[in-house]
């Protein structure tokens, strides 16, 4: 899943060419950018560039046929939108309400609910002439966030002001904008578990089951997606979400049950979703012939023994817990009940039981039955203590289901 969206415009400047440096490094850190160039800027860099640096066609004409709503689907598109490098003539068009070409209609549209930057490059006397100190001031009152100029030696021969801010400052000041302005919109806190658990017999050797961590991580990348916080407790070897999450890994049972017990005692979460496949059974004791063994850390069983007995002990139910532990005692419990039933009514007894024992306020049905080759869950049914709310095909329409059933 991509980051945020930019619209990269740019502008006829010398510096043009230093945008491609920029668009890559964002491209490649997963934002999703769209460029927009003047007519004057290709004087300086090609589209065939950043064509094959976006994988997107470069839009230029506001014209073109079939795309004459771009100014104002292009704004609606957007979570920021960057002037990177930012001539004299375009600042100055943009101040006085002029809008002859796709970059500055784009800004005439501009609806001033998300980010504008501008990255202005040229000569020093055009920064310093007082109609474009004049302009920059004006876009500044307007909210336009100008970043600054670097000084030094420029395409001219002069040295002083105007010269394009190096491209990594220029990432770093839109990656810091993309945090702070995130955190300002951070919906609330939300903790899911992912994964399987391992309950070792010796040190390489461990019981297990087949969950992969599919389903959550895309619950996760959702939350993430929408402005949640999201902490993500998973198991080794689980996919893990796109996107800025915390990620706290257990191995076995009490690993798992240490760390949730620990996070949810000490963290204000407003949704806890429990989607790990905790073990039912862990290791209570090996015998092999002639010996009692109690535990096996760092060595390996020998592969030699005629016999080995392994005796199995029931885990307390993690998800019993989870509220009554909760420094936040409103929390919302989204439990996974995974069921081998063939018959519905059967499966419906399971997660009538559930809910009995965890108290939680939702239960996500899933079967194995409905499980593909690649170890992908279909077929999700979602139940509140009243019944059956809804049936969801696959994870991301459940995603966006458990979203809305948390903002109702």
């Given at each position: ?48 560039t ?17 795309k ?17 490098p ?17 970059v ?92 399987a ?11 297990s ?18 402005n ?28 798992l ?24 059974y ?76 965890s ?50």
């Amino acid at each position: 899943m991509l980051k945020s969206k930019i619209l990269f415009n740019i502008s006829g400047s010398v510096a043009a060419y230093k945008s491609a440096y920029l668009v890559s490094k964002l491209v490649q850190n997963d934002y999703d950018v769209q460029v927009v160039m003047t007519e004057a800027s290709q004087k300086f860099i090609g589209k065939a560039t950043l064509e094959g640096l976006t994988g997107k066609p470069v839009m230029i004409d506001h014209f073109e046929e079939g795309k004459m709503m771009n100014h104002i689907n292009l704004t609606k598109w957007a979570d920021l939108i960057i002037l990177c490098p930012a001539s004299a003539n375009t600042i100055n068009k943009m101040a006085n309400g002029i809008a002859d070409n796709l970059v500055t209609s784009l800004f005439l549209a501009h609806t001033w609910d998300k980010p504008y930057l501008i990255v202005p490059a040229m000569n020093t006397a055009m920064f310093n002439h007082p109609s474009t100190q004049e302009s920059l001031t004006k876009l500044k009152n307007w909210g336009v966030e100008i970043l600054p100029t670097d000084e030094g030696y420029l395409a001219c021969g002069d040295t002083g002001k105007g010269k394009l801010l190096d491209p990594e400052k220029i990432y770093d000041l839109l990656i810091n904008y993309f945090q702070v302005n995130n955190k300002k919109k951070v919906k609330g806190n939300i903790l899911i578990t992912s994964g399987a658990t391992r309950e070792y017999l010796d040190g390489v050797r461990f019981i297990s089951n087949m969950s992969t961590g599919k389903t959550a991580s895309t619950i996760a990348s959702s939350f993430l997606d929408s402005n949640y916080n999201v902490t993500y407790v998973h198991g080794l070897n689980t996919i893990l979400p796109d996107g800025h999450s915390e990620n706290i890994q257990y191995s076995n049972f009490d690993s798992l049950n240490n760390t949730l017990q620990h996070l949810i005692s000490e963290n204000h979460y407003d949704c806890m979703i429990h989607a790990a496949a905790v073990s039912d059974y862990t290791i209570d004791e090996i015998k092999t012939p002639g010996q009692l063994i109690k535990e096996i850390k760092d060595k390996k069983l020998n592969s030699g023994l005629e016999e080995v007995t392994i005796r199995l002990k029931p885990t307390p139910k993690i998800v019993d817990r989870l509220k009554s532990l909760s420094k936040n005692q409103s929390v919302i419990l989204m439990a996974f009940k995974f069921s081998t039933e063939d018959d519905f009514q059967a499966a419906k007894k399971d997660v009538q039981k559930l809910f009995k024992h965890s108290h939680a306020d939702y239960i996500v049905l899933n079967n194995l039955h409905d499980r593909t080759s690649n170890d992908t869950q279909l077929n999700f049914k979602v139940f509140d203590k009243t019944g059956l709310i809804t049936n969801l095909v696959n994870s991301h329409q459940l995603a966006k289901t458990l979203k809305n059933l948390i903002i109702k």
